[in-house]
């Protein structure tokens, strides 16, 4: 049976419309003057890499030696790279992405409320859309769509969400309080220099893929472990 499966994965970033009046400048990044913190991606392939199949990725960022991951326990904050130690010799990379005039503080204290404990989703809300948020919050930078792809093609699919929970044995639910998540809502507000409402309406328009791909995309996800 598999176990566990509530882990990190990738999510579809969709740029929605937004207005200027939903938003204020209370969470908008700060910090002046030559950057000085470091800012890195810490990488790991899971699950089982399926032939001609993309692999699934667990992301976390890592500021000044301090690593940021969110899990369904909320945005939780490691020495090193903690989150990665489950996998096989993780992080397989970690790669310096440039440096920030913004403090891993500042960067927590302008999203997490945004990625609060108990609105994980594997499929919608994950690891690697708090990664995306954090390296654009922190360096104007998105995370490599490589590293997304997976979620971005079972999240095309929403019959696909029933057999993720199939393969599964019930393990997966779709997470209620992750249903109005909008990686591009969030984007757009910290690029226009301001903070955001915590809902916000998700994009629309899906694409289909190849059934088949899906549905070994979908028995892959369901063995990564938490």
Sequence with gaps: RVTGVQTCALPICVVASWHMGNCSNSDAPTGNGAPQHEVKLAISPVGVKIP??????????????????????GVVCNQGCKSHARFQNGPAKVIHMGMSHISGEEMLAGLKRHFAPGTYDLLKKNCNSFVDCALFYLLRR??????RILEQMLECIDDYVAFVRILSMGEYMPNPKANDF??????????????????????AGKDASDAVLVKQV????????L
């Design 52 to 73: 001609s199949v993309p692999e699934a990725y667990h992301t976390s960022v890592i500021v000044d030696d301090k690593e940021y991951c969110f899990t369904r326990y």
């Design 218 to 225: 979908a028995a892959q996800i369901v063995t990564i472990p």
């Design 142 to 147: 998105r995370l490599d769509g490589k590293y």
């Design 182 to 203: 909008n990686v591009g809502k969030i984007l757009a507000c910290i690029e226009a220099g301001y903070s955001f409402p915590k809902d916000s309406p998700r994009g």
